[in-house]
């Protein structure tokens, strides 16, 4: 079993900035592919960011290419999502997930361990 548990989130203005932090425990992540994911109220969950498990190849979605950075720290069993310049459009549940399936980092289906999810709120 592996738990993740996301913090970080919150209330904030556009154009200002959050870190979200997914914590692991149980079995390792450090092999495995990490990704942030997302849900905005009535829409679909969406893919955000996925590191490699070394960190050093990450893959973003068009909509937050340029503002977010995801970063991991095998050490503390922790992958973070820096998010700057949000936008409103950026409102909803992040959930933190482990790539159990390999293959394409943008595909939910692929994730096997999902955390709780933390609310992110982004005012005009």
């Known amino acids: 079993q592996v738990q993740l548990v996301e913090s970080g989130g919150g209330l904030v203005q556009a154009g200002d900035s959050l870190r979200l932090s997914c914590a692991a425990s149980?079995?390792?992540?450090?092999?495995?592919?990490m990704g942030w994911f997302r849900q905005a109220p009535g829409k679909e969950r969406e893919f955000v960011a996925a590191?490699?498990?070394?960190?050093?190849?990450?893959y973003y979605a068009d909509s937050v290419k340029g503002r977010f950075t995801i970063s991991r720290d095998n050490t503390k069993n922790t992958v973070y999502l820096q998010m700057n310049s949000l936008k409103p459009e950026d409102t909803g549940v992040y959930y933190c997930?482990?790539?159990?399936?390999?293959?394409?980092?943008?595909?939910?289906?692929?994730?096997?361990?999902w955390g709780q999810g933390t609310q992110v709120t982004v005012s005009a």
């Open positions: 590191i490699s498990w070394s960190g050093g190849s990450t």
């Open positions: 997930a482990r790539q159990g399936l390999y293959g394409a980092w943008d595909e939910s289906r692929r994730y096997d361990y």
């Open positions: 149980g079995r390792t992540f450090s092999n495995r592919v």
